[in-house]
């Protein structure tokens, strides 16, 4: 079992950065893919950047390719989220999530909130 706890969330005007952290307790970290999500209001849950338990393969959602960046230090239990030229629409609360299987997120953080201003 993984629990998860972000950081580093704000406000920050258009075209500013921000990068997130995510702290995970538990042994077993380096076996878990890690991923982030976000959520905006009134909108569903939608997974931004993923990254493998190795780190070796990461992915990410078409509207964020080229702007944010995920890494992982296996070493410290944790995991980040670079987060560059942001936008607007980037404004959502931010979730990071492990999975244990690779098929689905099995655990969750609380959620940091990402507020961008225009």
């Known amino acids: 079992q993984v629990q998860l706890v972000e950081s580093g969330g704000g406000l920050v005007q258009a075209g500013g950065s921000l990068r997130l952290s995510c702290a995970a307790s538990?042994?077993?970290?380096?076996?878990?893919?890690m991923a982030w999500f976000r959520q905006a209001p009134g909108k569903g849950r939608q997974i931004v950047a993923a990254?493998?338990?190795?780190?070796?393969?990461?992915n990410y959602w078409d509207s964020v390719k080229g702007r944010f960046t995920i890494s992982r230090d296996n070493a410290k239990n944790m995991v980040y989220l670079q987060m560059n030229s942001l936008k607007p629409e980037d404004t959502a609360v931010y979730y990071c999530?492990?999975?244990?299987?690779?098929?689905?997120?099995?655990?969750w953080g609380q959620g940091t909130q990402v507020t961008v201003s225009s």
């Open positions: 990254i493998s338990f190795s780190g070796g393969n990461t």
């Open positions: 999530a492990a999975s244990s299987s690779g098929d689905y997120y099995d655990y």
């Open positions: 538990g042994r077993t970290f380096s076996s878990y893919d």
